[in-house]
């Protein structure tokens, strides 16, 4: 029978796999090939930055919180806390729960030892920040407040921390029957709606993050009504928790036990339910009547190919989402529209690139397509992304007041495409295999000489400002710098 | 139909195929045969163009440019589809790429090999045999003149192995040709007209079943004839009697 430490040790082995599974993933390309053995001595080491992270941004958290020192500040932290830790682990939990622990069922292992390894396995995911939090907040409330506050801030954060792994664990088993699933009409809406709610929940933790401290000013304005409802809150967790470390009493007491009582339960139906994984569920799909293809031309079927991967992957629809983001993140940073771009035009080459690493590992070699046409339908979708990202920076800024150039953008579009084409050809001729094929400095020149043929129309412009010629000259350059892009399409060879 | 010269495959420092030369021509099957790790899989890649390779490769008298690649019909060993897709909407991309007009042949062969229960699934859901049929219907929707199957009837049921090996037979009638891996020696004997056997990366026999059998001056099932040209009959005597 093995010991615990031994379980641990097997634990450790899924835990490995699990984190290779879930960068593998997320990257999204073939990574059949060339790289792979990289690939797999980084997952490791990219978790622990990840968790390292994770755990600084707690920790600064829960000092800011502890100085409020009020009712809402306390609260405030335990829900930033469980919302926040659902959010960060939701993709790897997903990822848990398509692991193969079959192999166990083979050695001399009892079933009871198995559900073991699957459960700290599952531990694994969280340890860092779980343990980190647990004492973090309650020395800082300590420091902050009276010593003993430092018991109830620990069960508050205990309970939150569990509430948040009974969260992300129904969350997780409950996407991931619906992810990767085909299907037709609403089904198909619905699963799309879900991976965007899958891949959101990255962005929500860093948009919290970046205004952290900006969120916990904003809710102390709330102090007043908090206090003049005080009987309800006391009774609510995680406000009962923030009652119990500032002014314990009666009510606020009997109610965190009771709440501690459904953090036994769902920690008790978290492990039930890591213990019980099963393989990916696929729903019955009746034979068609009758088989009817779709077969279009070579673009087309590239793009309509990536769509549906992007729809399907949620590491890929993130790409697809992360110009955007981060475009109106800069914007909301106090940016302007034109200097927030090159950051859009970036991640819009990281999606191509990610693309294209498929076809550069195998579609390319296997299939009678010309490269130039490759290039063509993944520039096709990286301009998509692109000039939704600036439509959607357009609304931003028109609900902001002002009204962006719409003739000034109009005119980037063919520069945009030219330096997308520029930025895919040399990388393809360095070297993609995935997105994180090319050396760091390869990708940053790349980007940095497509960022200058993004904005040489606008710069050509400006020698004009002013006059009528000023739309002319960028328009001229804008067009030379297509022609380029499209010469290089004709003759990649 | 192909022809390869001085083929030289290295990873690394390790040289996986030692200058191998070999002819598959119309009209004909061919089986590469060897051990693991003999370089049969190495040599089918090169063709393929999927790993770097110093020598000759011609395909009907042409390197094998994007042209040619039509005229090849490629199942690799591991598979090589896109698992968030389903069957249907696979053959839809390869057909787009390939610029197939109807859909016909590719409807003919899902039913031969009985995937239309599978096509609306996604792939990563399918069985290894499942895919592994997936991957010949790709390979075979486009009539293409050169068959190259790298260990084609793993995971296959007896049913879609019998249709893959009667298809292989109508293929070569027509004027196409085969070149096909495999370990299985039966399967090897009853199919193939010429055979290599290639061993730690270079061929050390060549020729019909018979030719074999006189170069390694025996009689008996191919099975026998391979392990005494690739020197691994002595091996096996002396662990067959180490273990009992």
Known sequence: MPSLRELWKISGIYYRNLNFLTLIESRTSHTKGVGIEKLAKNANRSVVYNKIFISLIFLFSAIFAAMESSVMGYAAFMLLLMFLFSFFFLQTVTYFFQLNFQLLYTLPISPEDIRKVMFLTFVRIFDIPLILNLFAFPLAVSIFNLWYSAFPAFFGILLSELFSVAIVTSLSKFFYTKLSQPSGGWKEVLRVIFQIIWAATFFIFYAVMMWIRTLYTRLSLYEPIIEKYALIFKLIFPFNFSYLILSPDFISFGSSILFLFFGYLSIRWTINNISRIKELKVEEVPPPEKIRMKITGQIYGIIRKDIKMISRNPGLLMLVFLPTFEGILLMALGNSLTASLYIVFTFVIILTYTLFGFEKLMIMKLLPIPKGKVYLSKIFIGILVFGISLVIMDIYLFFKGEFPDIVEQLILLPAAFSAGVVCLYLGDRIGIKRSAGLSALGFILIVALGNVMLYLPGIGGLLFKGSTEQNLVASLISLIEFLIGVAIIKTAR | ?244
């Open chain 2, 1 to 244: 139909m192909l022809e390869i010269r001085n083929l030289v495959v290295k990873y690394g420092n390790f040289t996986a195929v030692k200058g191998i030369s070999l002819e598959v021509r119309e009209g004909e099957i061919f089986g590469l045969l060897g051990p693991n790790g003999a370089g049969k899989s190495s040599t089918i890649k090169s063709i393929m163009g999927l790993v770097e390779f110093e020598g000759e490769i011609k395909l009907m008298n042409k390197k094998i440019g994007v042209k040619e690649r039509n005229l090849i019909g490629y199942v690799p060993e591991e598979f090589m589809l896109i698992d968030v897709l389903t069957p249907m909407e696979f053959f839809e991309f390869i057909a787009s790429l390939r610029g197939i007009k109807s859909q016909e042949r590719i409807v003919r062969l899902i039913y031969a090999f009985g995937l239309e229960k599978y096509v609306n699934k996604p792939i990563t859901s399918l069985s290894l045999g499942t895919k592994q049929k997936v991957a010949i219907v790709a390979a075979l929707m486009h009539e293409p003149k050169l068959l190259i199957l790298d260990e084609p009837l793993n995971g296959l049921d007896a049913k879609s192995s019998r249709i893959l090996k009667e298809m292989m037979k109508k293929h070569v009638e027509k004027g196409g040709a085969v070149l096909f891996s495999t370990h299985i020696m039966e399967i090897a004997e009853k199919l193939c007209d010429r055979i290599a056997v290639i061993n730690q990366g270079t061929i050390v026999a060549e020729g019909t079943i018979e030719e074999l059998r006189k170069k390694a001056k025996m009689e008996g099932s191919l099975e026998d004839i391979f392990l005494k040209l690739t020197g691994e009959d002595e091996y096996i005597r002396g662990v067959i009697n180490a273990l009992s």
